[in-house]
């Protein structure tokens, strides 16, 4: 009898093996095509490629100066700030998307970020840009001019200039903000147009 129950059982494990044809079991392809699905299309690192510190060079009256800079990064962009020096702003408010930060020796110089959903869209976005931060710095006159937008407060002397930047998709807008107060430009007015420059969209 135990002999019998033997080769019955032999027989199905044959049929078994030679059903499956050693290939995954009916079911578990779709499953795994499932759990793939359900994990969703894989997102770029933000900052993706940049290294987390540099050292930034720069020409002040005159003398180079080489400062060490650490990665700030956002989700859509990343910029780099020195290590010392420099403070981030806590009074921003969060529905104007911007970050912005101060220097520690005068805090009327300050660089800032701003995020501008959609502006990439506009027929001319430049040009879109532009007039939308304009409209929030009624104090300051304003002249576009190889694709900067420099601005002066009349009051003080204050000196701005605004970067436009794009997202890689074309939908989305930056602004990089600098400014100073007039009689600290021959140091600020060096060093900000390079902290400006390290922007990057990363979308």
């Not at 030679?18 to 359900?38: D, H, I």
């Not at 694709?147 to 002066?152: H, M, R, S």
């Not at 794009?166 to 147009?193: C, H, N, W």
Request: glycine share 8%.
């Amino acid at each position: 009898m135990k002999r019998i129950f033997a080769q019955v059982a032999a027989c199905l494990l044959i049929v078994c093996l030679t059903a499956c044809g050693g290939k995954t079991a009916p079911g578990a392809a779709s499953l795994q095509a499932a759990a793939s699905s359900a994990q969703g299309p894989q997102m770029p690192t933000v900052a993706q490629g940049r290294d987390e510190h540099s050292t930034l060079e720069m020409t002040v009256e005159g003398r180079t100066e080489r400062i060490a800079a650490n990665l700030y990064a956002e989700d859509g962009w990343s910029i780099y700030i020195p290590d010392e020096g420099w403070r981030l702003e806590t009074d921003t408010e969060p529905e104007d998307r911007e970050v912005a930060w101060e220097s520690a020796v005068n805090d009327e110089a300050e660089l800032s970020v701003r995020v501008w959903p959609g502006m990439g869209e506009k027929e001319n976005p430049t040009e879109a840009l532009f007039a939308a931060f304009e409209k929030d710095e009624d104090d300051f006159s304003f002249t576009a001019q190889d694709n900067v937008l420099a601005g002066t407060d009349s009051r003080n002397g204050e000196t701005m200039a605004v970067y436009p930047f794009f997202s890689a998709d074309g939908k989305d807008g930056f602004t990089v903000a600098i400014r100073y107060p007039a009689d600290a430009a021959e140091g600020f007015g060096a060093r900000l147009p390079v902290l400006a420059a390290t922007f990057q969209p990363d979308r």
